[in-house]
């Protein structure tokens, strides 16, 4: 299977070792990595999307080809760039002068848009193509014995009619089981599909309630569960997650929120055998409290 990588912004720039544990990690699994030469931003939402819909849906063309020029889907980490190209594709697949506009101004590229490529979501692919099963037979460490917890990216759950492809957006269940496969205990809490709190828009126009309701979340995680770590699915949720439990600490002034943070795809690269150092390297919280605890596994 042949998927084309959409990288986004802030994985290449910031967290490369996202990137190099998605491009570790699928391979082993069956799927074929293919870059996607020439993309720019997806783009986010606090841009084109709330200002200029010709700039958005011609950015979403451009990016588009490029995965229908490769001749494969685009498989997609970011939450943010999952949603705005997803729902771009749909704007423009369901509006005939749309797309003639957006080919018209793709046109002195030698590029257009037909829709032959999906928008696909890592965590889809890997629940819904590979399997928590195949996963399970691959790895060469566990995290038997860990508790996590998972944060599904809101931008993959609404609006659920474009960009959901879990049976119930209410009770999504593709991460949680992807964890387990690793060999965690996933605990559930309270506020489990509550937003992380990062939110573009949130953190800049109001960012102390935006702390405020990313701590309601942080202290519904200590009280009722285990957690070892936090698994997510979403660049965003990943440095978010990250950055506010340092500002909390300074908040109470103890370490009380020390809690690690990984993308999945890095504790699935972890688990298939890869070095922390090339595909977890990079992190506000440190991580060595998992990283010591994960137990080799012993091959059939």
Same mark, same amino acid.
């Given at each position: 299977m042949q998927l084309? !990588?959409?990288?986004?912004?802030?994985?290449?720039?910031?967290?490369?070792?996202?990137?190099?544990?998605?491009?570790a990690s699928l391979p082993v699994l069956g799927i074929e990595v293919v870059d996607a030469d020439n993309y720019v931003c997806c783009p986010a939402f606090g841009a084109f999307p709330s200002a200029d819909e010709e700039a958005w849906m011609a950015t979403s063309?451009?990016?588009?080809?490029?995965?229908e020029e490769k001749g494969c889907d685009f498989v997609v980490q970011c939450g943010s760039c999952y949603s705005s190209l997803r729902m %771009?594709?749909? @704007?423009?697949? @369901?509006?005939?002068?749309?797309?003639? @506009? &957006?080919n018209e101004l793709l046109e002195p590229t030698g590029r257009q848009v037909t829709g032959k490529s999906a928008v696909r979501h890592i965590s889809e692919v890997l629940f819904r193509e590979v399997g928590p099963e195949k996963i399970a037979s691959q790895l060469k460490k566990s995290l038997k014995g860990l508790h996590g917890i998972v944060q599904y990216p809101c931008h993959t759950l609404?609006?659920?009619?474009?960009?959901? !492809?879990?049976?119930?957006?209410?009770?999504?269940?593709?991460?949680?089981?992807? &964890?387990? /496969?690793?060999?965690?205990?996933?605990?559930?809490?309270?506020?489990?599909? *509550?937003?992380? %709190? %990062?939110?573009?828009? !949130?953190m800049k126009s109001t960012p102390e309630q935006a702390l405020e309701f990313a701590k309601s979340k942080f202290d /519904?995680?200590? /009280?009722?569960?285990?957690?070892?770590?936090? /698994?997510?699915?979403?660049?965003?949720?990943?440095?978010h997650?990250?950055?506010? *439990? #340092?500002?909390?600490?300074?908040?109470? %002034?103890?370490?009380?929120?020390?809690?690690?943070?990984?993308?999945?795809? *890095?504790?699935?690269?972890?688990?298939?055998?890869?070095?922390?150092?090339?595909?977890?390297?990079?992190?506000? &919280?440190?991580?060595?409290?998992?990283?010591?605890?994960?137990?080799?596994? #012993?091959?059939?």
């Open positions: 084309c !990588f959409f990288p986004g912004c802030n994985t290449p720039a910031i967290r490369p070792d996202v990137e190099r544990a998605i491009r063309g451009w990016n588009l080809s490029i995965a %771009g594709r749909e @704007h423009l697949m @369901h509006d005939s002068e749309k797309l003639a @506009h &957006v609404f609006p659920s009619e474009v960009v959901g !492809f879990e049976k119930s957006p209410r009770a999504p269940e593709g991460l949680r089981r992807l &964890v387990e /496969a690793l060999g965690a205990t996933v605990d559930s809490y309270s506020r489990e599909l *509550q937003c992380c %709190g %990062g939110a573009g828009g !949130f /519904a995680i200590l /009280a009722e569960t285990q957690a070892d770590f936090i /698994a997510v699915s979403c660049i965003t949720c990943l440095m997650m990250e950055r506010v *439990q #340092n500002i909390f600490n300074e908040q109470v %002034g103890e370490e009380r929120y020390k809690i690690p943070v990984f993308d999945y795809n *890095q504790l699935l690269a972890l688990c298939l055998g890869f070095e922390p150092k090339e595909v977890s390297a990079i992190c506000n &919280v440190p991580r060595d409290s998992v990283l010591s605890r994960m137990v080799s596994v #012993n091959p059939s």
